[in-house]
Every structure is written in C-alpha cells, then in structure tokens.
C-alpha cells in the first residue's frame, strides 16, 4: 500500500518544538508527533479522518510535553 494525503506541519507545543505528520493507508488517517530536535515520537494516532487523527496526536502531544521538565 502507499500513504495517500501526507502532510507535515511544524508547531510549538507546551513550549516545545513539534513535527505534525500525518498519512492516509488504506481507510484510516495515521498521524504521529515528534519533537523536531532529535525526532523522538511523542504521540500516535489513527483515525477516519486527518483532521480527527491530528486532533488526537496533538492531545496526547500536548498532555505528554506539558509534564515534562525542561532543564
């Protein structure tokens, strides 16, 4: 199968840098975050829309970063 309808946005998120990518196989939408420095993956999620698979990665992005402690 190939990703239909990729898509890759840049944000701030709870004050960290955040790389939003999001692909479509098949029927669903995958959508994963990472932190734009060293690319590990903050978050995952599917779903039948883009929009509801990015709305779902940002929340557990958002939940995740925001307790994490910066040094």
């Known amino acids: 199968m ?3 309808h990729y898509r890759e946005r840049r ?3 709870a004050g960290w840098p955040l790389r939003l990518t999001s692909y479509k196989i098949g ?3 995958h959508c ?3 932190n734009v420095s060293p690319g590990a993956n903050v978050a995952r999620a599917s779903a039948p829309t883009q929009e ?3 709305r779902r990665a ?3 992005a958002q939940e995740r ?3 994490t402690r910066r040094r």
Do not use: N, R, T, Y
């Open 2 to 4: 190939k990703a239909e």
């Open 11 to 13: 944000l701030e998120v």
């Open 27 to 29: 029927d669903l939408f």
């Open 32 to 34: 994963h975050a990472d």
């Open 52 to 54: 509801e698979a990015e």
């Open 58 to 60: 940002l929340e557990k």
């Open 65 to 67: 970063l925001a307790s």
